[in-house]
């Protein structure tokens, strides 16, 4: 099959993946409105085409967090990626590196902070939920302090589960003991080349870094009952002296798409914002990240780095968010079709990619830099 977009890495992505981790990665909460919104308002938005400007030389670099890097997008924290392809996160990692963006670690991975850090040849950033066990916790931090990692991503859209009907149509959840295991095993066993890849040889296929706290085992069954269990719906924005304690570095609060929430996270002391709505995966019906960024980058001036996220795949639409008021774009979905369609490689040639349209559309707005690009290139 031919790659030349992130839609070409989901179509190979679907064809290679057992279904229950296809539609898990693909899908939305209850009917999938804003999933559909993130894409569909990016796309509406038209772009003003500039010409007879001088566009021979292109600066797709710029810095977040006192870091310098190549292009303007981060690989966002997504669960269960390294089932994606054999230890996945350690793939994603390194290909990050050598394309010189960030890469995010979730606390759901596969692969644990340690084995994560030994395959990066940079630092990486770490995505922390909110945890009732405050000692683990800690010990998450901890970790993530001596692995290097040099921001926190801290996601607060999340102190309960979405409600997401594809799982329970794929048999990743709602089909307990040996039949929602037989259902997997089948699935898995009719998509034979993840089976041998992954399923053989990319064991253990647990989730490492929560592993050493889940109760009855390690399997996907044990960490969703641990993932209902676990996360703390009584967060409040009181937490974030618990997490400034432990956490000296860049923090990062992904999750907000209301200006107030913005004004409160600058208010706090967070470094940065990332606006989204969890790709669509929580409440369904609310604004797509596209339409809240505006409004949320108005009430906040520079008082913090404004990031987003959501229905981004292509470097069209990396612009798209930056003409909105985005300083950084993290990338979710594209890196993880990209890394279960082809691996690490499948990643680097995402990230290709991206910079290859992001230079095709600066070129055609007249914008040579990354700080050049702004309202006015919207029509």
């Known amino acids: 099959m031919i790659i030349a977009s992130v839609a070409d890495f989901r179509e190979a992505a679907r064809r290679r993946l057992p279904r229950f981790l296809f539609e898990y990665m693909d899908g939305g909460s209850y009917g999938e409105v804003t999933m559909r919104r993130n894409a569909e308002d990016l796309a509406n938005l038209a772009l003003r085409q500039r010409v007879l400007r001088d ?66 040849t940079a630092s990486f950033w770490f995505q922390l939920y909110m ?65 041998w890849d992954v399923g053989f040889h990319g064991r253990p296929h647990h989730l490492g870094n929560v592993a050493p706290v889940l109760k009855g085992g390690s399997g996907i069954e044990d960490f969703m ?3 209902r269990n676990n996360f703390d719906p009584a967060i409040s924005w009181r937490d974030l002296d618990f997490i400034r304690a432990e956490w000296d570095g860049p923090l990062i609060i992904k999750g907000i798409l209301d200006p107030e929430d913005a004004r409160e996270a600058a208010r706090l002391g967070a470094d940065g914002i990332v606006v989204s709505n969890h790709g669509g995966r929580q409440l369904d019906g609310v604004l797509s990240s596209a339409r809240a960024l505006p409004p949320i980058v108005d009430a906040v001036g520079d008082a913090l780095t404004v990031l987003a996220d959501g229905g981004v795949r292509s470097g069209l639409d ?62």
């Open 131 to 195: 945890i009732r066990d405050r000692a683990f916790m800690r010990d998450l931090l901890a970790q993530a302090r001596g692995a290097g990692c040099n921001a926190l991503v801290f996601t607060v859209d999340m102190p309960v589960p979405g409600s997401r009907y594809r799982d329970y149509h794929s048999g990743l959840t709602g089909t307990s003991g040996w039949k929602g295991a037989a259902w997997r095993a089948a699935q898995a066993m009719a998509r034979p080349d993840w089976a």
């Open 225 to 227: 009952a641990w993932m």
């Open 318 to 379: 990396v612009v798209r968010m930056l003409a909105l008021g985005a300083r950084g774009v993290l990338l979710g979905r594209a890196w993880a079709y990209a890394l279960a369609a082809r691996g690490e490689a499948g990643v680097t040639r995402m990230l290709a990619i991206i910079e290859a349209e992001m230079r095709v559309a600066m070129a055609l707005t007249g914008c040579t830099t990354i700080p050049a690009i702004t309202r006015e290139c919207l029509a």
């Open 55 to 120: 566009v021979s030389t292109i600066d797709l670099s710029t810095e977040l967090f006192g870091m310098r890097q190549a292009l303007p997008v981060a690989l966002a924290p997504v669960g269960l990626a390294g089932l994606n392809a054999r230890r996945g996160e350690c793939q994603a990692v390194r290909a990050a590196n050598r394309a010189g963006v960030p890469f995010t670690l979730s606390t759901v991975s596969a692969c644990p902070i340690g084995e994560v850090a030994s395959a990066a």
